[in-house]
């Protein structure tokens, strides 16, 4: 539904008072969010830009396949810019006119960071600078 103004959504579905399909599963923003907070947990605040570009390839990029499928433009973008050969800050250069690309993936920060919002900020701009830099 995303995307979809509610009318639109009430129209298809009805009301939603639960999940719409009958096996709910993670989206593009669950596993997004995951990954970054795979990379928390792994480098903590000695992340870095080659860290999260490592696991771009490792765990995205270099796959043929795997569970980060429906991924949105900036990710699409970064992927093909990665595979490319590109690095950041060009691997986050996308033609497109908006992108929540680093938002969804900015709430492990926050919790990592709980109380120190510069650092948070710190951590979320050196994971977008690969696919979202300069956002």
Known sequence: AENMKPSEIRRRWGRIT???AEHPAGTDDTEYAIFSGLL??????ALTVAHVEKAWHQWI???DEG???????SERGTLE????GLAA???AQHRHAWSDGLAMRAAPFGVFAAGDPHE?????AIDGSVSHDGE
């Open 61 to 63: 990029a270099d796959l």
């Open 81 to 84: 810019n990665l595979r490319r």
């Open 40 to 45: 928390l947990a792994r480098h903590g605040s």
């Open 120 to 124: 948070a900020a710190r951590l979320v």
């Open 67 to 73: 569970p980060f499928r429906g991924a949105g433009f």
């Open 89 to 91: 800050p060009i691997s």
């Open 18 to 20: 639960g999940y719409v």
